[in-house]
């Protein structure tokens, strides 16, 4: 299947699942917004949330930043983050493929993408257009569905995005990986959990 083919495919999928979005993967995604959080502040940022969903993400980070963009393929579920009552004024939203992000270079203080990896042909060449995005300081934070990437698999995208990994979050009670990256290249000693 071709890479449009393909993004076509899971744009449609979401498009008719986004009235049960929420209901299905609240309690999940939550629990990884925490953890992600912990390791990157966000007050006073510029934030994009590149696969954003229903929005759920907003409520942990709308008071805080100073400005929030919503970024998903799913009309469908843009239609429902529409409707989230943290976009009071600073939470914007925008169609646009995580390939090819309609934003200038350096222009967030973090960009994170949760659970949305796995639905894309070339998670590295995603990562890099997310780092293309972040200011040169910024934090890149991005998930990886366990049961889509064995940990030695996802340790190798996150080593070809040359960013250094901050931070690394691998517990039993989350179904994803949890990685924060900074501006310069990775390393794969002291942060790896492939180390330990």
């Not at 495919?9 to 929420?22: G, Q, V």
């Not at 309609?102 to 659970?115: C, K």
Request: a neutral charge; one cysteine or more; aromatic letters at 10%.
């Amino acid at each position: 299947m071709t890479a449009w083919k393909t993004k076509r495919s899971m744009m449609k999928r979401y498009d008719i699942t986004a009235e049960i979005y929420d209901e299905r993967y609240f309690e999940e995604q939550n629990r990884k917004y925490k953890k992600a959080l912990e390791n990157v502040g966000v007050k006073g940022l510029s934030i994009l949330d590149v696969g954003c969903g229903s929005g759920l993400f907003f409520s942990h980070v709308a008071e805080q930043a100073m400005l929030v963009v919503g970024v998903d393929v799913s009309h469908g579920l843009l239609l429902k983050a529409k409707e989230r009552p943290e976009r009071n004024g600073n939470v914007f939203l925008v169609q646009a493929d995580a390939d090819h992000l309609p934003f200038r270079d350096d222009f967030f203080g973090a960009t994170f993408a949760f659970t949305m990896l796995q639905n894309v042909p070339n998670p590295s060449e995603t990562i890099t257009e997310l780092k293309r995005v972040v200011e040169v300081n910024g934090k890149v934070v991005v998930t990886g569905l366990k049961k889509a990437f064995a940990l030695s698999k996802f340790m190798d995208i996150l080593e070809d995005s040359k960013m250094t990994l901050t931070a690394f979050v691998d517990e039993k009670t989350l179904n994803c990986y949890v990685a924060v990256l900074g501006s310069l290249s990775i390393s794969t000693s002291a942060a790896s959990p492939l180390s330990a």
